[in-house]
């Protein structure tokens, strides 16, 4: 952590640096008047990002197609280039869940200590656009009920498919007038171009993370109906518009571990170190489901001691956050996965714990409540089942899959939201940028090859060693150098290929001790 800081605190220099070098030679068209200034610390900017920020709200409309309806306000921080000529289309950004916080999560925590954005203020302005129902926008969807959710199914004093805690949270939203149903994919791309339109953009380029990318290809889609110019996309972690991803969850995991462990048994030392992994790791799973350990899990808010049993599906399900984010700390050393499954075939489950615990409450202020409004709006999209698009999975993890996809589904015959039409694909001929990450639970490789295939001009990159999202690894890696190269030099020319040559230099890592 202390590195973390200190890292932070010398890019943070370099921004202020930057701000009194460039201020006064930038040249930027003025706001519209649904923008609304607010002081940066509104949405907790770190304050060397917020010196060349500007922060604020943008109202927009609650359905784009009735604009002197109900309206909504936007949460927006545009950060100014550090070049003194930018380019005049900045890249808008776009966080994942559906229902996580742009601003709270990449631009918060992200950009302060990794390099990659960074990289990209060298030669445009970067625009952060908080999604209709999350953390800094208003209304915010929050369900403090999944919280008691997710001690009670820990404890055993309820089922993971109960879906009691969101009829709370149902009425709680409708007590306050708010209309769930203009919470959704469609309507979230309108937003993108009504904000590029307020603050005075005539293009932009568009990068989107995990739901990010579900969301992109909405945008793609929407690119012949407003003024704003989308000049180019970059998708990462890719969501397949006809695919449900919670029942999926089974087959994508399954995905991401035969990498792994094919990965660990080409790698001389991980191979030695940890023979067999993949037996070890079912055969784990086996006797966890023929007999669950008893675990203390702990609130990471409350501190609040939890006792439960972790049997197959639950040991899974603490492995998946390491899948997504292979190295272990942020740092460049490699993944701890291999060592900590086997760590708990010989009944070491500290890192179990800790992984569960840090799930049991919200830290980020994700809105479930936009989550379901999203998710369960687009059945009619979903056409394809999971063993249509991946391999088998193995079939321990069969259940995993199951218990997603019911859990969402109870969801939603509460919601009883109104289905959108079947998504389509529209102005394939925007240049796309795909980044697959060779570990991704959760959007694996297969996901981006596909909707790349109805794009006209994709360029697709697998990163090995990666996880979900390939766009933010570590400083000091081989994969950070060349994601950052690739994609500077896709923006500067979407319509040509971007020199990829460096990804012959990334190799998975593995932390063995």
Not at 43 to 53: E, G, L, S, W
Not at 190 to 197: G, H
Not at 375 to 383: F, G, I, L, M, P
Not at 484 to 492: E, M, Q, S, T, V
Request: charged fraction near 20%; charge should be neutral; include cysteine.
């Amino acid at each position: 952590m202390s590195g973390a800081k200190r890292l932070a605190t010398l890019l943070g220099l370099a921004i202020l640096g930057a701000s009194a070098a460039h201020a006064a030679s930038s040249v930027r068209a003025k706001f519209g008047s649904a923008w609304q200034s607010v002081d940066c610390k509104t949405f907790d900017v770190p304050a060397a990002v917020a010196a060349r920020a500007d922060c604020g709200y943008v109202t927009a409309p609650e359905q784009h197609a009735q604009p002197k309806g109900r309206s909504i306000q936007l949460a927006v921080v545009r950060i100014r280039s550090t070049s003194r000529s930018p380019a005049p289309d900045p890249l808008f950004v776009e966080q994942g869940g559906p229902g996580d916080s742009t601003i709270g999560v990449i631009l918060d925590m992200v950009m302060p200590n990794l390099p990659e954005l960074q990289a990209v203020l060298k030669t445009r302005d970067l625009v952060f656009v908080e999604e209709r129902g999350t953390r800094y926008s208003k209304p915010f969807l929050t369900c403090p009920e999944y919280d008691a959710r997710n001690i009670a199914v820990a404890r055993g004093e309820m089922a993971y498919t109960d879906p009691s805690w969101f009829k709370t949270c149902q009425e709680r939203f409708q007590a306050q007038d708010i209309n769930l149903g203009a919470f959704n994919t469609r309507e979230n791309a309108a937003d993108v171009y009504f904000v590029a339109e307020s603050l005075g953009y005539r293009a932009f380029n568009y990068y989107g993370v995990s739901y990010g990318t579900l969301l992109g290809q909405y945008v793609i889609a929407q690119a012949n109906q407003h003024k704003a110019k989308l000049r180019s996309v970059i998708i990462d972690g890719v969501v397949r518009t006809d695919i449900d991803f919670n029942a999926a969850s089974g087959h994508s995991v399954s995905y991401a571990l035969r990498n792994l462990f094919h990965a660990c048994a080409q790698d001389l030392r991980c191979s030695r170190a940890y023979p067999n992994l993949e037996q070890t790791f079912l055969t784990l799973v086996d006797q966890l489901n023929r007999q669950p350990v008893a675990l203390t899990l702990t609130g990471p808010q409350s501190k609040q001691a939890v006792a439960t049993r972790v049997d197959g599906n639950a040991f899974v399900t603490a492995l998946v956050p390491l899948l997504a984010r292979p190295y272990s700390g942020n740092s460049a050393r490699g993944t701890s996965i291999p060592k900590f499954i086997h760590a708990a075939s010989r009944g070491d489950f500290a890192w179990v714990s800790d992984n569960l615990s840090a799930d049991l409450e919200s830290s980020d202020g994700s809105a479930k409540g936009m989550y379901h409004s999203v998710v369960c709006v687009r059945q009619k999209s979903v056409q394809a089942t999971p063993d249509q698009v991946l391999p088998p999975p193995y079939p321990q993890l069969l259940a995993l899959g199951v218990r997603e996809g019911e859990a969402v589904g109870n969801v939603c015959k509460i919601l009883q939201a109104e289905q959108q039409p079947p998504f389509a694909y529209r102005n394939t001929d925007i240049p796309t940028l795909v980044l697959n990450g060779a570990y991704d639970p959760v959007t694996p490789q297969p996901y981006g090859e596909a909707v790349a295939g109805h794009l006209k001009t994709p360029h697709v990159y697998t990163f090995p060693g990666l996880g979900h999202g390939s766009f933010f690894p570590p400083p000091g890696m081989a994969a950070t150098d060349c994601v950052i190269r690739i994609a500077i030099d896709f923006l500067a020319k979407p319509g040509q290929t971007p020199d990829s040559r460096c990804l012959t230099q990334v190799k998975p890592l593995f932390v063995v001790e």
